[in-house]
């Protein structure tokens, strides 16, 4: 019996190599070709994912996860075939343990769902990376968000975790304990490893409690460089700001074009501040004041939750809006991130603006700049070779210029297929480490092969 035979009669209907569930799983949000799998598997159980990874290995198949399919580096995206194991079924909050503020969870379960089952508890998971992405994913691809600068990224919110590995082995790594100083971080390895050492069957993730007050606000500025020396000042007064995203002038005519906002069509920062009644009034002042000494105009309140709820539907809108700016058809946004030292976020962010104007490229910045991250979207025509070299030469120079300041070439979307090619400039010797490591954990290369490290010169 071969494997998809095995898979078949192990999974009955919940696998699949017919071409319309194989082209399910073959696309994505950003610019990278279709990559058909040769068959999808939906399992329920860590017990179904072990059995399916052990079939897989004793035939050498590639296996890859699927989450959501929200990735922008093309993760999920099965470029050597085999079995695209797709998670949405494992979709359950396993047990939610106030007292000790965590929560166990499937890796198909999406942060909405978890915060629609938290609601009660008042308790909440923070992490919001715009999407609608499975937790699975988010631990994969180490994600984080817009309020990462008050609560960290998902490095910093998994416990614990339960894995399969690549001879279909079933482990588990951390504890509910909120620290440990016991054996190798494995928990840590295997997050943000984007599935090319293991795959995450269920995770316990640290919960945060509700704040008591929550105020949100805009504010325009006359040049970016005003707007992220207000963000660095702020950050270094020690501000608790639990967002503060910046959009500079070109992404909020993308918001006017997209969804009729009518905002002035300069650099914005959108901010939230979380706390106690007077601790929020006291960060709002403490704000405004640095914000009014950099120049900052058109304070605006969002006061009510609908508000709220529609300034950062309007922020997480980002990728559709860029598409406003330039809609003719067949032509496709490339995003890219990189994350720099506070101190040098100015610096970064104008090399980025002149590198694009320098190049004719339509880009937009938006960015959780609070903690130094920040992305730039271009419009492009994936059929002209010129269009195409000219972004990937300035996605290029903004790469470099983040390693020049002392920063790195993704700070949330992850390496993926796009960003394997700076991986030795930015990590060095510590590169033939990985390999190794890789090798170890997948000795035939067969968990998410092609995917963030680069082949071997």
């Not at 984007?194 to 007050?213: F, R, S, V, W």
């Not at 304070?299 to 809108?317: C, M, P, Q, V, Y």
């Not at 700016?325 to 100015?346: F, M, N, Q, W």
Request: charged content about 20%.
């Amino acid at each position: 019996m071969t494997a998809f035979e095995a898979l078949d009669h192990l999974l009955g209907q919940r696998f699949s190599t017919s071409l319309a569930a194989r082209r399910q799983n073959a696309g994505n949000e950003a610019h990278y070709p279709e990559a058909l799998p040769d068959a999808v598997a939906c399992p329920e159980t860590p017990e179904e994912v072990a059995e399916i990874m052990r079939h897989c290995a004793a035939e050498g198949i590639p296996v890859t996860a699927f989450g959501t399919g929200t990735s922008l580096e093309g993760q999920h995206l099965a470029m050597k075939g085999g079995v695209s194991l797709d998670f949405s079924r494992m979709n359950k909050v396993l047990q939610i343990n106030a007292e000790d503020m965590n929560v166990v969870v499937q890796p198909g379960v999406t942060r909405k769902q978890l915060n629609e089952e938290l609601r009660a508890s008042g308790l909440f998971f923070p992490l919001d990376p715009g999407a609608d992405a499975s937790l699975g994913g988010m631990a994969a691809t180490r994600a984080s968000g817009t309020t990462a600068v008050r609560y960290g990224t998902m490095r910093e919110n998994v416990l614990a975790l339960q894995a399969v590995m690549s001879d279909g082995s079933l482990i588990r790594t951390g504890t509910a304990a909120r620290k440990s100083s016991a054996g190798y971080d494995l928990t840590h390895l295997l997050v943000g490893s984007e599935g090319t050492l293991g795959l995450i069957t269920e995770l316990t993730l640290k919960l945060h409690g509700l704040p008591e007050a929550v105020a949100a606000a805009t504010c325009h500025f006359d040049s970016v460089a005003a707007a992220v020396d207000c963000v660095i000042l702020t950050i270094q007064s020690g501000i608790p700001m639990a967002r503060i995203e910046l959009v500079d002038e070109m992404m909020v005519r993308g918001f006017n074009l997209h969804s009729g906002i009518g905002l002035p069509e300069k650099p914005h920062l959108f901010l939230e501040f979380h706390g106690g009644p007077g601790a929020v009034r006291e960060q709002v002042a403490m704000f405004r004041e640095i914000a009014e000494d950099a120049g900052a105009g058109g304070w605006k309140d969002a006061e009510t939750t609908e508000e709220r709820s529609a300034l950062w539907s309007l922020r997480h809108g980002a990728l559709p809006a860029i598409g406003a700016l330039d809609p003719r058809p067949g032509r496709k946004t490339y995003s890219t991130d990189v994350c720099v030292p506070i101190s040098r976020l100015a610096e970064a962010v104008s090399v980025a603006q002149a590198e694009a104007r320098a190049r004719g490229i339509l880009a937009t910045i938006v960015g959780h700049v609070g903690d130094g991250n920040f992305h730039c979207g271009m419009r492009f025509d994936p059929a002209d070779p010129a269009e195409v070299e000219a972004v990937l030469a300035f996605s290029g120079v903004l790469a470099e210029t983040a390693l020049r300041l002392g920063g790195t070439v993704s700070g949330e979307h992850g390496i993926g297929l796009g960003k394997q090619k700076y991986m030795a400039a930015e990590h060095g010797a510590a590169l033939d480490w990985m390999r190794r490591v890789k090798t170890a954990f997948d000795p035939q290369a067969i968990l998410n092969p092609g995917k963030l490290l680069p082949a071997n010169d």
